[in-house]
C-alpha cells in the first residue's frame, strides 16, 4: 500500500503534489489544509485520512481534531500540533503530525514520528516537502519528497 503523507498546505496544492497523490492509495493530511476546495481535491485521488490545523477554521468543524487509523496492519495518530500528542499511544506505530512546517522522521521509544513538512505556499527560507510511504508485511518504508521551488 502506498501512502502520501502531507501537512500544511495552507490552501495551496501544488501541481508536483499532484503527481505524487496520483500514485498513492491512501492519503494522509496533518492538518492546516485552510479551504474545503482542497480536501475536494485530495477525496479525488485515495482515500483521505485528515485532521484539523490550527488555521482550519470553521468550515473545518466536522474535521477531528485527532485521529488513528489502521492501514495494512500499521497504526497511525494524527494530531496538527505535536505538543498535542497524549501520552498514552498503546498500540500506536506511527505518529504523524504538522504545524511546524519542519521535516520530521524519526524513531523514538519504537514509535515512528512523522512531520512531512510544508508543501504549501513556502515560508522562512524552508524547504517545500511531502512524504511517500509504502506498508508491505506489516512495515513501513518513508521517503522524503523535496519539491523544487522558484527562486525570485
Known amino acids: 500500500m502506498k501512502l502520501a503523507i502531507l501537512s500544511d498546505t495552507h490552501g495551496l496544492l501544488r501541481p508536483q503534489v499532484e503527481e505524487h497523490l496520483k500514485t498513492a492509495d491512501a492519503i494522509l493530511h496533518g492538518g492546516d489544509i485552510n479551504k474545503p476546495a482542497i480536501v475536494e481535491q485530495l477525496q479525488q485521488y485515495a482515500p483521505l485520512y485528515i485532521v484539523r490545523g490550527?488555521?482550519?477554521?470553521?468550515w473545518a468543524e466536522d474535521i477531528p481534531h485527532d485521529l488513528t487509523v489502521t492501514l495494512e496492519g500499521i497504526t497511525f495518530f494524527m494530531v496538527?500540533?505535536?505538543?498535542?500528542?497524549?501520552?498514552?499511544?498503546?498500540?500506536?506505530?506511527?505518529?504523524?503530525?504538522?504545524?511546524?512546517?519542519?521535516?520530521?522522521?524519526?524513531?523514538?521509544?519504537?514509535?515512528?514520528?512523522?512531520?512531512?513538512g510544508s508543501c504549501g505556499p513556502r515560508r522562512f527560507h524552508q524547504e517545500i516537502t511531502m512524504m511517500m510511504a509504502e506498508i508491505e508485511g506489516g512495515t513501513i518504508q518513508v521517503e522524503k519528497i523535496e519539491i523544487p521551488h522558484e527562486t525570485p
Not at 54 to 58: F, L
Open 54 to 58: 490550527n488555521n482550519d477554521k470553521e
Open 80 to 116: 496538527h500540533n505535536k505538543k498535542e500528542v497524549p501520552v498514552d499511544l498503546s498500540g500506536v506505530n506511527v505518529v504523524v503530525f504538522g504545524h511546524s512546517h519542519k521535516y520530521v522522521q524519526e524513531e523514538k521509544d519504537g514509535l515512528l514520528w512523522l512531520n512531512p
